[in-house]
């Protein structure tokens, strides 16, 4: 059959599976939007604010889902402001395919209105990108780009399509999506009797998991690995809910603002088994001290991550559900009575803990964990906020803490919790924010409003740049350069003035009383907190440091 390049954008949508984009309209991209409206009952479109907001939104509704998001933007400043969203789903290993339009293909090149080379600048931070000048290569290229974001380790990847090509017509012959097989081409005997071989010698094993378990989907593996092994567990950021937090054996998260007892453990185990993990500077604080008792065995399906930030002494390469099984069929039950005994003694002996009285970011998160009985995805933005979401909230499932780890972008979390809402209408969505991300894309309370969606905002209000001033405070002389927010928004008003609902809390009975309200509402909420300006986040490892040199207030 005959279709425009348009209708080949919407039926390979439909091939996909695709029930959702997020995006907003203009010139270039007008063909597409049409034939999306008269598809709006199979597509749901969701009109955001901001392009960035649609960008976030299509990775929130990825993270939670494990599904590929959709975001769509038209030429020029459209295309860039999907950018910073591109580089945080790329950074944590995101699915998403984002589909642009541009100029039409005799305009390319000439300074055109709103032209721009979205796939130039898109390059390092896709896994792929393309730019479709031939109507006969559009179905194929959209397919092409969903099995690149979905294979492997995920990440997005750019359809940039010039206007007169959705305009054009050519033959389309439609097709069944098969169920992508997982990675197991690349694990070996060799390398799974190594690891065997590995864990078998330890007497102080420590495992350490991140985003690629969750990313596979294999906690229950996972949880059987760890028992037979019986190993202590710690995770990073992106790791949370792989391992259930409630867990005797888990210790809380490694790294910079991790548990003392993680960061000890890790620093005095003689096999540290990397389970989905990259070794982010923010986990190994000094890289030369880093487990440096341990030997590292490395489970990861992208042969890039071995020995990258740290030299391993054994890997196995592939998806990490299929390694975690292949091991569990042959590995015997371990005993590290005694280890498990020493690193419990730690958990008593450091336990995370923040003043008894007041209103805290720790007390919010426990709070919000009381009520929510553990069940809500929390979404956060990126700063002090976000650290007490991560210690404070523990997370007992796979996909239900949705923030930016690698790229670390303020401004996140609100768009990435209307996706995540979307996505999961039946499930309680919380964004964690502070003010001084709130106001970056606060604009986006009104795309929630218009789509009826019952998330909670919560902003963490401590009138300045919370954790840029914690690092002004320890390593700056006090000397708190552009961070102090003294300026006079209020956003019970602005939260009012967008549909929302507003409340304010100075006191723990306060914002008791509103979440519970909130809990109970229908639509979006914003609950605007007031904490002290100089509470941190602690421990805390100092940079260039060891993590087996973290601190807290009471060893200053």
């Known amino acids: 059959m ?16 695709v029930d ?18 008269k598809h709006r009952h199979e597509i749901k479109h969701v009109l955001t604010s901001h392009e ?15 599904k590929v998001g959709v975001c769509l933007a038209t030429s020029g400043p459209g295309a860039t402001n999907l950018v910073t969203g591109i580089a945080t789903a790329y950074m944590d290993s995101v699915p998403m395919v984002a589909i642009t339009c541009n100029v039409t293909v005799p305009l390319l090149g000439k300074d055109s209105f709103q032209e721009i080379d979205i796939a130039g600048i898109t390059t390092p931070i896709t896994k792929h990108n393309f730019i479709v000048k031939e109507i006969d290569k559009l179905a194929d290229t959209i397919r092409r780009a969903f099995r690149i974001a979905r294979r492997g380790r995920p990440g997005p990847v750019l359809v940039d399509i010039p206007k007169d090509v959705t305009a054009s017509q050519t033959e389309f012959h439609p097709i069944t999506i098969k169920q992508e097989m997982r990675c197991c081409e690349k694990i070996t005997e060799e390398a799974l009797e190594q690891a065997l071989d590995m864990i078998r010698k330890s007497q102080k094993p420590y495992l350490f998991v991140g985003g690629g378990a969750v990313i596979s989907e294999a906690s229950e593996e996972l949880l059987k690995f760890v028992e037979k092994v019986q190993t202590p567990v710690t995770d990073s950021l992106m790791g949370k809910g792989a391992f259930d937090g409630n867990h005797r054996l888990y210790t809380g998260m490694l790294g910079m603002h991790g548990t003392k007892t993680s960061n000890y453990g890790v620093s005095e185990c003689d096999l540290l088994i990397a389970v989905g993990v990259r070794f982010s500077d923010r986990v190994t604080g000094n890289a030369k001290k880093f487990a440096q008792h341990a030997k590292i065995l490395q489970f990861d399906i992208d042969p890039a991550e071995i020995n990258k930030n740290i030299v391993t ?27 498990i ?86 499930k309680q969505i919380v964004n964690i924010a502070g003010d001084g991300c709130f106001r970056m894309n606060m604009n986006e309370i009104a795309t929630a409003v218009r789509q009826k969606l019952p998330l909670i905002q919560v902003v963490v209000n401590n009138h300045v740049l919370g954790m840029v001033r914690q690092w002004q405070t320890l390593f700056y002389e006090q000397h708190y350069s552009a961070t102090v927010l003294n300026d006079s928004v209020d956003f019970v008003k602005v939260a009012e003035a967008m549909g929302a609902k507003g409340y304010r809390a100075s006191t723990r009975e306060e914002f008791s ?25 602690w421990p805390m490892v100092a940079p260039g440091a060891a993590i087996s040199e973290a601190f807290d207030e009471g060893d200053m």
């Open 20 to 37: 959702t984009v997020f995006g907003y309209p203009g010139g270039a991209i007008l063909n597409v939007y049409d034939e999306l409206y």
């Open 52 to 66: 960035q907001g649609a960008s976030h939104a299509a990775d929130g509704y990825a993270r939670s889902t494990g």
């Open 513 to 537: 009383e509103a979440f519970q309200k909130a809990l109970a509402g229908d639509m979006p909420v914003v609950i605007d907190c007031m904490i002290d300006s100089d509470d941190k986040v």
């Open 313 to 339: 002494d054994a890997h196995v390469i592939g998806d990490i559900k299929e390694i975690l099984m292949r091991l569990n069929q042959r590995l015997e039950q371990q005993n590290h009575e005694e280890w």
């Open 341 to 426: 005994k020493k690193i419990m003694n730690y958990k008593e002996t450091y336990p995370l803990n923040y003043p008894e009285k007041g209103l805290s970011g720790p007390y919010l998160i426990e709070e919000i964990y009381r009520q929510t009985k553990g069940d809500a995805i929390m979404v956060t933005e990126v700063g002090q906020h976000q650290m007490w979401a991560a210690q404070f909230y523990r997370y007992k499932k796979p996909r239900t803490l949705i923030t930016s780890g690698g790229l670390g972008t303020m401004g996140y979390g609100l768009g990435a919790a209307i996706g995540a809402q979307i996505a999961n209408p039946g």
């Open 2 to 17: 005959q279709l425009t390049g348009a209708q080949i954008v919407i039926e390979c949508l439909k091939e996909q599976g």
